[in-house]
């Protein structure tokens, strides 16, 4: 460092080094979108008063680093991976489905509830907490898999009541009689496992 200019200076005179210190911390993502916005405003105002001033100085390269930079990173990375994830997942159900049953009617009895199952898991964790961890990122595949599971017993069974000749309202009705109590009670024991994490210390989980 030049010690003599008062600034964190490099020796060539090449490189400077400015600290800030926000106001809230790094993992306040939505605060590191303003945060970072706003110094990008204020690199680019700072620029044009360069080039206005002399248009002949090479306007200087502008980099970020620390705790709000790596953050940003990382919420943009776990974004993607959420989306792959969650579209890679219900196509790669939607094929096993298809492959199960042989029918493309099936496809929309299965893609329907896995939607809503996405759908509703992530639109109701963006109301209550407003971000995902990168622990929470990966249950994308989770959702999908389970969204189409309880489907899955139900269409079974009423493909298995057809194929004994039942009339398709009559093959209905037993799927409702004899096999919608036990999915309905799987699903209460699938979400209490879910809820078992409330528990835990671990706050991505939690």
């Known amino acids: 460092l030049d010690a003599s200019s008062g600034y964190?200076?490099?020796?060539?005179?090449?490189?400077l080094?400015?600290?800030?210190?926000?106001?809230?911390?790094?993992?306040?993502?939505?605060?590191?979108?303003?945060?970072?916005?706003?110094?990008?405003?204020?690199?680019?105002?700072?620029?044009?008063?360069?080039?206005k001033a002399d248009p002949s100085v090479p306007a200087p390269r502008v980099g970020y680093t620390g705790g709000y930079a790596i953050s940003l990173y990382d919420?943009?990375?776990?974004?993607?991976?959420v989306i792959y994830n969650v579209i890679f997942s219900c196509v790669g159900v939607l094929a096993l489905f298809l492959y199960a049953f042989r029918r493309p009617a099936a496809l929309l009895y299965a893609g329907v509830p896995m939607?809503?199952?996405?759908?509703?898991?992530?639109?109701?964790a963006g109301v209550l907490f407003g971000?995902?961890?990168?622990?929470?990122?990966?249950?994308?595949?989770?959702?999908?898999?389970?969204?189409?599971?309880?489907i899955t017993v139900l269409y079974g069974r009423y493909v298995a009541e057809r194929l004994r000749g039942a009339e398709p309202a009559?093959?209905?009705?037993?799927?409702?009689?004899?096999?919608?109590?036990?999915?309905f009670f799987a699903a209460?024991?699938?979400a209490a496992t879910f809820y078992s994490y409330i528990f835990t210390e671990f706050k991505g989980m939690s």
């Open 115 to 124: 939607a809503l199952a996405v759908i509703g898991t992530f639109g109701l």
């Open 131 to 150: 971000q995902l961890s990168s622990s929470s990122a990966v249950f994308g595949a989770l959702v999908a898999g389970l969204g189409v599971d309880f």
């Open 8 to 15: 964190f200076l490099s020796a060539d005179r090449t490189t």
């Open 17 to 51: 080094l400015m600290l800030v210190q926000p106001r809230r911390p790094a993992q306040d993502i939505p605060f590191g979108h303003r945060f970072m916005a706003q110094a990008r405003a204020i690199e680019l105002d700072a620029l044009a008063d360069l080039r």
């Open 170 to 183: 009559v093959a209905i009705r037993e799927v409702y009689r004899s096999t919608l109590y036990g999915v």
């Open 188 to 190: 209460l024991t699938t």
């Open 75 to 81: 919420a943009e990375l776990i974004q993607k991976d």
